[in-house]
């Protein structure tokens, strides 16, 4: 076995990206319906008398099953191309940020402590929600629509950037959102698993040992669920398509947080937040694990 103390810096980040991307991947393939799920129902804002009951999703499983009735069943799988070629790299970089930064947040204490863990969360989900918000844009554009045909991700890219452009309008529309989603959920998420992690004993089985992480990692997931669904909604709405055609009615992250406050209530903020902890619960429990034993994998036999 080798002495993983002697790993250097760059061996041990490019360790942190494969694991981090393994995870990544892995997640996203499994989690994709629960993600097309949480968008439909987010971006849904006029009221239900207003539509048809067939154009209605009234919870999660109502969902699912119009959109099998609707569409069929490859579209649980709408949209997903743009995270798969986002979510590897989004996570290899999440993890290698997070990993790298924590030095810097540990502010005189000789080990991390919570602040040292939500902060360099923090850091990770801000800077990697820049690097995919182009990739979300497309990826809500195709889950919004509503026809059986699939339209390939290139297509709805062309689109975007001939009709909108690159900018905060075209396919960098709501990244203030999307930071603001990714950095509070990684703060949480972060903070509250390394933090758990560290105060719960390890166990020697290695049975009772996984079921503890996934108990973290789950746990985590959900809170933090809780604290950035608000930006969820306000980023859905933002890069999903407006109320009135050719009418922009969500702009920015807090103004459009507070339109969804003042015309739909408190609860609306919360639009999506079942098929979301559905997603991010087990899928937060997935991706730390993956990254955990991958991660560990390659220090032991490939350094």
């Not at 499994?30 to 971006?43: A, G, H, S």
């Not at 709408?78 to 986002?86: D, E, N, R, T």
């Not at 919570?114 to 850091?123: H, K, N």
């Not at 997603?279 to 994998?297: C, H, K, Q, S």
Request: one cysteine or more.
């Amino acid at each position: 076995m080798s002495n993983t103390h002697d790993i250097s810096p760059a061996r041990r980040a490019a360790f942190q990206v494969l694991a981090g991307g393994s995870a990544g991947f892995l997640e996203v393939c499994i989690m994709q319906p629960l993600d097309v799920v949480k968008t439909r129902m987010q971006i849904q804002c006029t009221p239900a008398s207003a539509i048809s009951a067939e154009g209605t999703y009234t919870g999660v499983f109502d969902c699912f099953a119009k959109m099998y009735r609707q569409e069929g069943i490859a579209s649980y799988w709408k949209g997903l191309i743009p995270p798969i070629l986002a979510e590897t790299p989004k996570r290899a970089i999440k993890f290698l940020v997070f990993e790298q930064t924590k030095q810097f947040f540990q502010f005189g204490s000789p080990t991390p402590t919570p602040l040292t863990f939500s902060l360099a969360g923090l850091t990770a989900g801000t800077l990697e929600a820049i690097a995919v918000n182009p990739f979300e844009v497309v990826k809500v554009a195709q889950q919004a629509n509503r026809q059986k045909k699939m339209i390939s991700t290139f297509q709805v890219a062309r689109e975007i950037v001939n009709r909108d452009g690159f900018g905060l309008r075209g396919l960098n529309k709501g990244v203030t959102a999307t930071m603001g989603r990714n950095g509070l959920f990684n703060m949480v998420y972060f903070g509250f698993y390394h933090s758990v992690k560290n105060v719960v004993p390890e166990s020697k089985d290695s049975t009772w040992e996984f079921l503890r992480k996934v108990t973290i990692g789950f746990t985590a997931g959900t809170l933090a669920c809780f604290f950035n669904i608000p930006f969820d909604v306000a980023k859905s709405r933002i890069q999903g398509p407006q109320p009135v055609p050719n009418q922009i009615k969500y702009r920015g992250t807090l103004s459009s947080i507070a339109i969804v406050y003042r015309e739909e209530g408190f609860r609306a903020l919360y639009k999506g937040l079942v098929p979301k902890i559905m997603r991010l619960g087990p899928g937060g429990a997935i991706m730390l694990l993956v990254f955990d034993y991958a991660y560990e994998y390659l220090l032991l036999n490939h350094s």
